[in-house]
């Protein structure tokens, strides 16, 4: 099984104050489920705020994003989207991907797009087991540096 070659820069700053929504799909909730635990456990090490949501399908994210806004500094989003025998695959994926970007620049908020678009089932297993502590990184990594400009 691989795991994360990426090293994500802990935080050195304060994040007692900050809150951080995680969004999870229903919709293969098999490969989604260890990812989320990943990613909130990897939250866990942190004095901070953080709350769980879930959503049904991908398509349904960056509207749960747009409304987490308002409430949380920072929102990871969980899902996957496995490359079948349909366009489907490529409108999903570049229409939530679209979404979000602008959802996070509109709303000045960090939005972690962790949704995992593979080719086929056992791709997506393999990367779920580790991506949920690399999208929790992440999001802290960008408030901290936020921290650090204010």
């Not at 900050?18 to 260890?34: C, F, G, L």
């Amino acid at each position: 099984m691989k795991t994360s070659k990426i090293d994500i820069n802990k935080p050195s700053s304060d994040l007692s104050q900050i809150k951080v929504a995680v969004v999870s799909t229903n919709w293969n909730e098999e490969i989604i489920k260890p990812m989320l635990e990943d990613c909130l456990s990897s939250l866990e090490e942190y004095n901070l705020e953080k709350k769980s949501f879930v959503v049904p399908g991908a398509y349904e994210l960056p509207f749960m994003a747009q409304a987490l806004c308002k409430n949380y500094d920072a929102i990871i989003l969980l899902g996957c989207i496995i490359k079948g025998e349909t366009p489907h695959f490529e409108i999903i994926s570049q229409s939530i991907s679209d979404k979000v970007l602008e959802t996070s620049l509109d709303k000045n908020t960090p939005i972690i797009f962790g949704v995992l678009t593979t080719n086929n089932e056992s791709e997506a297993e393999e990367r779920a087991a580790y991506k949920g502590s690399e999208f929790a990184m992440s999001a802290l990594s960008i408030l901290d540096t936020l921290n650090k400009i204010k």
